[in-house]
């Protein structure tokens, strides 16, 4: 959902996140003071307005406690542009010292294509209506009536004009309506350009292979080739080619590159991943080497993208790791200094889970039930039994691994496996989910140690 710039107080912040995401209120709260600071920021005159850089966040926690949730609602509710980065992604080999730029090149194609798609919805009525015309043409190509002397009427031309007139509007009828979606037509298509240099994929060299392309594209002309298809699909295609002619590119560029800069979200997972403990050989050489890659980005840098230079000084950074192996001292201190605010999200309770499993808006048990009832089979679970999957989980997670509420996840899986392997047969019965059901479905595996390591 996303409000207004002057109704996103930290306290209706906090509010929306609260509808997906159970807990967690000190890293709810950092999140919503630093988005309510870009408004504040953009209120101040011009020449403080740049002086003033975001307060960054380091999420402390587990994992499946809700540190990558928080950030994608957060970019939800404010409409901003969003990209999630694994920072052990700089750290493989060939990426070392090079490519940590592409974050930013990837955030601002996340942002094009949102500003693409919010003109197109625009311009879709336009869209469709040329697109109706052509495909008209197409059904009923012009015809061409002999040339006469000036001044010549021809009886004839008038009759059968009106005649074709009413032939069209009763072929506009039947498009309308369908009729016509199976009909074969032939129409011109746009091949899709071949990357020129694909073998740069993947090296961080990709720039150059786009370059290199929209080099070519300029000096050799777009092909297109002639296909047969439905009226169905000659529609789609049509309107989608009349909704890149009205759209104009250079404006969403523009719009797409100002979002960037002043409300871009960048969520750096597993930043603990690349903290290093002091060590002068091995691999934490190349951890510090990342760090140091990121630093001028995270600072303020300007990187190029094939849209033009993009600006970093004002985008939000929000990195996240566990910090079971390491600690955000353990930073280089130019990294530390440029994410002041830290936020220690706690592990979740049985509570939290027996919460998670029903409040928030997309929670477990209404996504399972609308899936069966889509197979006309409904799920009846009673209080009792979503109290025990609760237990199971954070049992499990007690035994094992702490995966957090990823953990009911697997659960539920497990738990409804045999009911949605026979839903169709099941049609409109109505299963209820009882405590009995739940131990007897879990039973075995709880009981083996063994297996629930594999299972659960």
């Known amino acids: 959902m996303k409000i207004s710039e002057s109704e996103l107080t930290p306290a209706q912040i906090v509010a929306e996140l609260d509808k997906y995401i159970i807990g967690q209120e000190k890293a709810k709260r950092a999140v919503a003071i630093a988005l309510r600071n870009r408004y504040r920021r953009k209120n101040l005159p011009e020449e403080l307005r740049d002086e003033v850089a975001p307060k960054n966040i380091i999420m402390i926690g587990p994992t ?33 010292g090079r490519d940590v730029e592409s974050m930013i090149r990837d ?112 000096i050799f002309p777009e092909k297109k080739k002639r296909r047969k298809v439905t009226v169905k699909e000659a529609r789609k295609i049509l309107e989608e080619e009349e909704r890149d002619k009205l759209i104009d590119m250079d404006k969403v560029v523009k719009i797409a590159i100002e979002r960037v800069e002043q409300m871009g979200i960048v969520f750096l997972d597993e930043i603990d991943k690349i903290a290093h403990k002091g060590s002068t050989h091995g691999p934490d050489v190349s951890r510090e080497g990342v760090q140091r890659d990121i630093l001028p980005i995270v600072e303020g840098s300007t990187v190029m993208t094939k849209y033009g230079a993009v600006k970093t000084h004002h985008i939000l950074f929000i990195a996240a790791g566990a910090f079971h192996m390491s600690k955000p001292s353990d930073l280089i201190p130019e990294l530390q ?78 738990l409804l496996e045999d009911i949605s392997f026979t839903a169709p047969e099941l049609k409109g019965q109505t299963i209820p989910i009882t405590v009995e059901y739940v131990r007897s479905k879990l039973k075995d595996v709880l009981e083996n140690k063994d297996l629930s390591k594999y299972i659960l």
């Open 337 to 414: 200094g440029r994410f002041p605010i830290r936020v220690e999200l706690q592990s979740l309770t049985t509570d939290d889970l027996e919460r998670i499993l029903v409040q928030p808006k997309n929670a477990l048990v209404k996504q399972y039930s609308a899936l069966l009832e889509t197979e006309g089979v409904k799920l009846d679970f009673t209080p009792e039994a979503i109290r025990e999957i609760a237990e199971i989980a954070s049992y499990v997670n007690s035994q094992t691994e702490n995966i957090g509420a990823r953990r009911l996840h697997t659960v539920m899986e497990l």
């Open 107 to 218: 955030l601002t194609n996340v942002a094009v294509s949102e500003v693409k798609k919010e003109m197109s919805e625009e311009v879709e009525e336009i869209a469709k209506q040329r697109a109706e015309e052509a495909l008209l043409d197409i059904l009923l190509p012009p015809v061409s009536f002999p040339r006469r002397r000036p001044g010549e009427a021809d009886p004839s031309s008038k009759v059968q004009e009106e005649s074709r007139s009413s032939t069209r509007e009763r072929f506009r009828q039947m498009l309308r309506s369908g009729q016509l979606d199976e009909k074969l037509v032939e129409i011109e298509v746009k091949q899709p350009r071949a990357q020129v240099l694909g073998m740069f994929a993947g090296t961080g060299l990709e720039e150059m292979d786009q370059n290199l392309s929209n080099m070519f594209s300029s």
């Open 64 to 96: 499946g406690v809700g540190k990558t949730e928080i950030a994608r609602r957060l970019s939800r509710i404010a409409g901003a542009p969003f990209i999630k980065v694994e920072a052990t992604k700089y750290t493989e080999v060939g990426y070392v």
